[in-house]
C-alpha cells in the first residue's frame, strides 16, 4: 500500500521567512513524488517533481529515501506564495496510481 | 487552450436523485481519472482510463456510481442514488499516458446533496 503523510495543516509565516511543508511516505518500491499546488480560485497544478530535479518559484524538494521524506522548502516566503499544497506519491510503472496527501495550507503575511 | 473542461461547476440535488458530471480532457491525451475530494482531504482516486478503457476501477464505489468514456474523449461520471455522504469536489485530470507524467486537472464540480 501507498501513504503520503502531511502532518501539518496550516503555516504561517511572514513574508521573507524560510518555508519548509513536511511530506513522508510509505511505498515498499521506488516511488516518484510530487507536489501539487491549488492556488485561490484556481485548479490545482503540478508545482514540481522529484525525478525533474528543478527549482520552481523558488522551491526546492529533496527526496530523503533514509526518512521517506519529500519536504518542500523555500528560503525567503512571498505572498504570492500563500496556496494549499498537496504532496503526492506514485508508485513504479503504467499501472501505478497518484496518492494524494491530505495537503497544508500555507499562509504568507506581509 | 482551455485545459481540461469541467460542468457542471455546481450541483446541490437531494438525496436519492442522480447526478452526472461530465469532462473533455485536453486534446490528444490518453489517460483520464476521476478523482473525488472531500472537504479538509487530498484527492482520491475514483477510476482511471486508458482511452476508452477502464484499467483501474478498484476506488469506485460500483453499487451507485458509474462511469464512461465513449471514443475515448469524454467521460461522465454518474452517482445514481445520490447519498448524503458524496458531497464533495469531483475533479476530472488527463495526462498524455499514464505513467510518471504530469496530471492537468479541471476546475472540479463541487456535488452538495442534502
Known amino acids: 500500500a501507498q501513504r503520503v503523510t502531511q502532518p501539518e495543516k496550516l503555516l504561517s509565516v511572514f513574508k521573507g521567512a524560510p518555508v519548509e511543508l513536511k511530506c513522508n511516505y510509505s511505498?515498499?518500491?521506488?516511488?516518484?513524488l510530487f507536489w501539487y499546488v491549488q492556488y485561490s480560485r484556481q485548479r490545482l497544478q503540478l508545482l514540481l517533481r522529484?525525478?525533474s530535479r528543478e527549482s520552481i518559484k523558488g522551491f526546492t524538494a529533496d527526496l530523503n529515501k533514509g526518512e521517506t521524506s519529500f519536504h518542500l522548502k523555500k528560503p525567503f516566503a512571498q505572498e504570492e506564495d500563500s496556496a494549499m499544497y498537496y504532496c503526492?506519491?506514485?508508485?513504479?510503472?503504467?499501472?501505478?496510481?497518484?496518492?494524494f496527501g491530505k495537503g497544508i495550507t500555507l499562509s504568507v503575511r506581509p | 487552450e482551455a485545459g481540461v473542461v469541467q460542468s457542471p461547476r455546481y450541483k446541490i440535488i437531494e438525496k436519492k436523485q442522480p447526478v452526472a458530471f461530465w469532462c473533455n480532457p485536453i486534446s490528444g491525451h490518453n489517460t483520464l481519472y476521476w478523482y473525488r475530494q472531500n472537504l479538509g482531504q487530498g484527492p482520491e482516486l475514483l477510476i482511471r482510463?486508458?482511452?476508452?478503457?477502464?484499467?483501474?476501477d478498484s476506488q469506485l464505489p460500483k453499487d451507485r456510481f458509474s462511469a464512461e468514456r465513449l471514443k475515448g474523449v469524454d467521460s461522465t461520471l454518474k452517482i445514481q442514488p445520490a447519498e448524503l455522504g458524496d458531497s464533495a469536489v469531483y475533479l476530472c485530470a488527463s495526462s498524455p499516458r499514464a505513467g510518471f507524467y504530469e496530471q492537468y486537472f479541471g476546475p472540479g464540480t463541487r456535488l452538495t446533496v442534502t
Open positions: 482510463y486508458e482511452n476508452e478503457e477502464a484499467v483501474d
Open positions: 511505498y515498499s518500491g521506488s516511488p516518484e
Open positions: 503526492a506519491l506514485s508508485g513504479n510503472g503504467a499501472n501505478s496510481k497518484l496518492t
Open positions: 522529484h525525478i
